[in-house]
């Protein structure tokens, strides 16, 4: 089994910028790909961001494409959302996820694992 748990949430202003990260424990995520996803008030869950195990290559929503960019630390077992220019309309809970094949995928069917969550509040 795999644990995963966020950090990094707060409240920032527009145009500010936080760091999440995805802190993984009961075995090591180095071969798993690694998803970020995120839900607002009364929407679904979304799509944000997703690395490869080797970090080799990430895919991006559009929204955050510029702004967000997310890395891994193998070594760690840790992987991180740096996320600049927020803007109001990505306050949201943001979930990392770990996918069992190593391939960064949008859909948040194919993970396995899911962290609980921390809540990213952005003011305008």
């Known amino acids: 089994q795999v644990q995963l748990v966020e950090s990094g949430g707060g409240l920032v202003q527009a145009g500010g910028s936080l760091r999440l990260s995805c802190a993984a424990s009961?075995?090591?995520?180095?071969?798993?790909?690694m998803g970020w996803f995120r839900q607002a008030p009364g929407k679904e869950r979304e799509f944000v961001a997703a690395i490869s195990w080797s970090g080799g290559s990430t895919s991006y929503t559009d929204s955050v494409k510029g702004r967000f960019t997310v890395s891994r630390d193998n070594a760690k077992n840790t992987v991180y959302l740096q996320m600049n220019s927020l803007k109001p309309e990505d306050t949201a809970v943001y979930y990392c996820a770990a996918d069992r094949t190593s391939i960064a995928r949008m859909n948040s069917l194919f993970y396995n694992y899911w962290g609980q969550g921390t809540q990213v509040t952005v003011s305008s």
């Open positions: 009961g075995r090591t995520v180095s071969n798993y790909a």
